[in-house]
């Protein structure tokens, strides 16, 4: 290639800042670092999964009627909107007044453990011990304690933790701590400042060990409550899926049954409610009446003993008939009388948990129980809705509003079903004084007798009519039956849901991986030097035409130290690169240098020096570093008298300042003193003249000159030269040097300039056989022994 030719643009193409071609065998070189994270995350995922304690799934089905939601058997459209009450019997399953009332038929106030591999392990039912626990005392909460026994009479109980919850009686809490071992006896009663409980040996055994933690309701409340989870089993479906999640599966099933099972009884519970507020009505009415009852028929008995009359007379009969039957209609409205004016008494006050409907005492007004239907139906889905809300929601001031209307409505109706009463109890009355002024025209015996047998009479009918009523609500009441069922009872899963081992190990060997990977990426992506010479020679638009290994000695004259090394064989390629740049058998004139001190110009100028004066070729090699003159120490040299002597006119004849070296064809000018003028030294026609006549007598001459980024003067010995080396260290000079360098290229137009890539040290790179030095082979001459290379990120 002709210095006159122009070079190729090797800038071209797209580059990515990380090149998974250089990564990938970066990320392989570091794989014991790798390996070591990977066994760490994987024994931190091992100890995750073996001291988290296990939790597993416990579900099972309830069926909710839609149209007879729960409590609330009375349809209510004014409230609810579709799928509303549904969704309030989701809440209601997780609220509190259910959880509570579920607790209180289970005994989960004391968890047993046992020692584990581990962690301990909650057992359930067949327990070693049984702890009772009295309430009315203070009590240790929340805190594991060990118990252990060697005999079958002694137990000591221990207190490993720090700190315990105390619950008083009063319902405060207070923490303790630093609680002493104490012995007792089982199946005895004890009492201490800090707990009252009673142990029994169940286990059968003369020694073990145990341990317990006492948990009070409110916590079992809390737990029990937000642990619950509640769906619908389908979309547009009334089945719900209950689930929980437990660490001992038995003891979850046990709840989930109790729950749904408590959930019916409170539901039928509820369902009875009307039936009871009517029998207890009955029974209050019944009870004066029945005592009447046996009051009159023990007067009749008498009269018909002392006066020896037994039947009446056939006028008598018809009386005593009509006047039975009037009475007996002035009872029946004289109780419908008494109904109204306690219906309004509960409504004035409000009272709605206490009002009996009107169709269980025979009262056949369908208006009337019409509203007062949905009076208890709104009542009982306020108490419902206040079980999850408060007064101030919105659909509990719609219900409080719905009441209130309804409560207005019936007490209107109250008005005119009293004034109805009232007439029909005064007409009755009238009827009854009519028949009564028959009644007089009989003897006086009979008219005694009817007397008797009249009131003994009537209050048998109206002992009978409330007795019938009672039965007919009592039927009623054992009719009842919740419209809600349980479609599954409770079933553990087997599988584990949490801690999930394959999981867990799957993740730790992903963090295993990605930290490291992580850690080279991070590193390529914020690394500022250049590393990959295949890099340098994508980003550079100069070609790179030799790369010079690592110099692992001390000495810096390798091509002359060890002819045979990797470095010396890279100079020889550098050297037989040159050939390509100019004529063949053309006297070489080029000028090595860099951006800044250190990547090695004054190390490549020496030896590739070296390699030309062993070809046989007259070499010179000149140190223009005036400020900083360094190649005299390595060949044993004066720096007394140099360059800047000669340029600077206190000597005359250049042969004068040339130094000879003790290697063969190799000679040299050193920079001499350091003057106080180098740049203007350099500019000045001598050094010009000294170069045209050392061409006459080198074959190679080598200008050692100033880095470009530190001195302004070294582009201006371009034009004394045929073309110019531009140094790069590996893991040294900077990304930026790059711009610079192709900066020169394009906005000065410097041409004929090349790279050379110093300082390889190939177990950095990707790639072993790339480019061109150090693709010779690196370790297999004499230097580039195998070594035992420890492992770097």
Request: with cysteine.
């Amino acid at each position: 290639m002709s210095i006159d030719q122009e070079e190729y643009d090797f800038g071209t193409g797209e580059d990515s800042s990380l090149d998974l071609k250089v990564i990938f065998p970066k990320i392989l070189r570091i794989w014991p670092w790798i390996l070591i994270s990977l066994v760490v995350w994987l024994s931190i995922a091992f100890f995750i999964t073996q001291t988290t304690p296990p939790k597993y799934r416990v579900s099972s089905k309830f069926f909710i009627k839609e149209n007879d939601k729960g409590f609330s058997f009375f349809e209510n459209p004014a409230l609810q909107e579709q799928g509303m009450g549904l969704t309030n019997e989701m809440i209601i399953l997780k609220s509190r007044p259910i959880v509570e009332a579920t607790l209180e038929k289970l005994d989960f106030n004391v968890e047993y453990y046992k020692e584990g591999t581990f962690i301990l392990e909650e057992i359930y039912k067949k327990t070693p011990i049984i702890v009772e626990i009295d309430w009315k005392a203070p009590q240790l909460l929340d805190g594991k304690i060990n118990i252990e026994w060697s005999t079958r009479d002694k137990y000591t109980l221990t207190f490993p933790l720090d700190s315990y919850n105390q619950l008083l009686p009063d319902g405060s809490y207070q923490n303790l701590s630093q609680i002493e071992s104490v012995s007792y006896s089982f199946g005895e009663w004890h009492e201490t400042p800090y707990f009252k409980l009673k142990i029994n040996n169940t286990s059968g055994t003369e020694k073990g060990n145990s341990f317990f933690i006492v948990r009070d309701r409110n916590y079992l409340v809390n737990v029990y409550s937000q642990g619950l989870f509640v769906e619908l089993a389908q979309k547009n479906s009334s089945i719900l899926d209950l689930s929980l999640l437990v660490r001992n599966r038995p003891k979850g099933e046990a709840y989930l049954n109790a729950l749904m099972e408590t959930y019916l009884e409170l539901e039928l519970q509820e369902k009875n409610e009307i039936a009871n507020r009517t029998i207890d009505f009955i029974d209050s009415q019944v009870a004066g009446v029945a005592d009447s009852l046996s009051s009159f028929e023990n007067q009749l008995q008498n009269y018909r003993s002392s006066n020896q009359i037994f039947d009446l007379s056939t006028e008598s009969s018809a009386v005593f008939d009509q006047l039975t039957d009037i009475e007996r209609q002035i009872a029946e409205a004289s109780l419908k009388r008494r109904y109204y004016q306690s219906l309004k008494n509960y409504l004035v006050r409000e009272n709605y948990n206490e009002i009996v409907v009107p169709s269980g005492l025979g009262i056949d007004d369908p208006y009337l129980n019409g509203l007062i239907e949905n009076l208890l139906e709104v009542q009982v889905e306020r108490s419902r809705l206040l079980a999850t809300q408060t007064e101030l929601s919105p659909q509990v001031r719609a219900a409080n509003q719905r009441l209130a209307d309804l409560n207005t409505s019936i007490q209107e109706i109250l008005t005119n079903v009293e004034s109805n009463n009232l007439m029909t109890i005064n007409d009755l009355e009238s009827r009854k004084k009519s028949i009564e002024s028959s009644f007089r025209s009989l003897p006086q015996a009979e008219q005694n007798l009817i007397k008797y047998q009249r009131q003994a009479t009537l209050t048998e009918n109206i002992y009978n009519f409330l007795s019938e009523k009672r039965a007919e609500s009592a039927i009623s009441k054992a009719s009842n039956s919740p419209a809600n069922k349980i479609i599954e009872y409770a079933r553990a899963g087997v599988l584990q849901i949490s801690p999930k081992p394959i999981r867990n190990y799957v993740v730790a060997g992903f963090l295993g991986l990605f930290f490291p990977i992580l850690f080279v990426l991070g590193k390529e992506f914020f690394k500022t030097k250049i590393e990959d010479p295949k890099y340098l020679e994508k980003k550079l638009k100069i070609p790179v035409i030799s790369t010079i290994l690592f110099n692992k000695t001390k000495e810096n004259l390798v091509v002359f130290g060890n002819r045979k090394s990797g470095i010396t064989e890279g100079f020889r390629s550098l050297r037989s690169n040159i050939k390509f740049l100019v004529p063949k058998e053309k006297q070489l004139t080029f000028m090595i240098t860099s951006t800044i001190s250190g990547e090695g110009k004054t190390f490549c100028a020496m030896n590739l020096a070296s390699v030309y004066s062993l070809t046989g070729k007259k070499t010179i090699l000149i140190g223009c570093d005036l400020r900083k003159p360094k190649i005299f120490d390595d060949f044993s040299l004066k720096n007394d008298i140099g360059l800047s002597t000669y340029l600077s006119g206190q000597q005359d004849d250049w042969t004068k300042i040339v130094k000879n070296t003790k290697f063969e064809n190799l000679d040299l000018i050193v920079s001499g003193p350091i003057p106080p003028n180098p740049s203007e030294l350099l500019f000045s026609v001598n050094f010009e003249k000294l170069i045209n006549e050392l061409k006459s007598v080198y074959d190679v001459i080598i200008l050692d000159t100033p880095p470009v980024g530190l001195v302004s003067e070294t582009l201006d010995l371009l034009t004394l030269v045929d073309f110019t080396l531009f140094v790069f260290r590996q893991n040294y000079s900077d990304k930026s040097f790059i711009d610079a360098v192709n900066g020169l290229k394009e906005q000065k137009g410097i041409r004929n300039i090349y790279a050379v890539f110093n300082g390889l040290d190939a177990s950095k790179v990707s790639y072993g056989g790339y480019g061109y030095s150090y693709g010779y082979g690196y370790g297999y001459y004499d230097t580039d022994k195998k070594t035992k290379r420890s492992f770097k990120i």
